[in-house]
T-cell receptor
Framework: EAGVTQSPTHLIKTRGQQVTLRCSPISGHTSVYWYQQALGLGLQFLLW???????NRGNFPPRFSGRQFPNYSSELNVNALELEDSALYLC???????????????FGAGSRLTVL | AQTVTQSQPEMSVQEAETVTLSCTYD???????LFWYKQPPSRQMILVIRQEAYKQQNATENRFSVNFQKAAKSFSLKISDSQLGDTAMYFC?????????FGAGTTVTVRA
């Protein structure tokens, strides 16, 4: 079974630019979560998509957005990049939401974004 | 809002010895789930162990075990017989209402 795949693995952008990160969940998983892992910080919850809809978002400005496609893959878009957006962006998938606790998140290897 | 606190930024342990990582959390909920995830240098987050709050018995997965103290809101991870492959960053996580909140992590280094 293929795992959660993310692309690109590394990228460098400059302030003010825009970036799109992509995530393909495990086959059969309908929920996708996005997390930001900045250096020295834990994982900060960004967004949760399930069945094509945004279900929840973390405490991030509106320039962080995304979507989920009919095949359950997802994109994370960040506009007007700032230096502090430099981080590892992790995508995770699960069969459904985590409500029951029976489902566990499976993570991808992440996309390392550097903003200069 | 839930908060997860890992008070040990770094831990070092000799191979074959035991290390315990601490985690405390704050919540007003009675039903929730707790997790320990491992992130090796490869960056892939891997689930180590899971604990359901309504279960009093501490979870165990091979060399990994937890000490869950619900009243104290404490959820520590014990790694027994440490191996070089255990070197990684370990995150404690709290799950409730479809949201998984993570602590800042503890870097564990296993010395040969």
């Amino acid at each position: 079974e293929a795992g959660v795949t993310q692309s690109p693995t590394h990228l460098i952008k400059t302030r003010g630019q825009q970036v799109t990160l992509r995530c393909s969940p495990i086959s059969g998983h309908t929920s996708v979560y996005w997390y930001q892992q900045a250096l020295g910080l834990g994982l900060q919850f960004l967004l949760w998509y399930d069945e094509g809809e945004e279900r929840n978002r973390g405490n991030f400005p509106p320039r962080f957005s995304g979507r989920q496609f009919p095949n359950y893959s997802s994109e994370l878009n960040v506009n007007a990049l700032e230096l502090e957006d430099s981080a590892l962006y992790l995508c995770a998938s699960t069969r459904r939401g985590l409500v029951s606790g029976a489902n566990v998140l499976t993570f991808g290897a992440g996309s390392r974004l550097t903003v200069l | 809002a839930q908060t997860v606190t890992q008070s040990q930024p770094e831990m070092s342990v000799q191979e074959a010895e035991t290390v315990t990582l601490s985690c405390t959390y704050d919540t007003s909920e009675s039903n929730y789930y707790l997790f320990w995830y491992k992130q090796p240098p490869s960056r892939q987050m891997i689930l180590v162990i899971r604990q359901e709050a309504y279960k009093q018995q501490n979870a165990t997965e091979n060399r990994f075990s937890v000490n869950f103290q619900k009243a104290a809101k404490s959820f520590s991870l014990k790694i027994s017989d440490s191996q070089l492959g255990d070197t990684a960053m370990y995150f404690c996580a709290f799950m409730n209402d479809d949201k998984l909140s993570f602590g800042a992590g503890t870097t564990v280094t296993v010395r040969a």
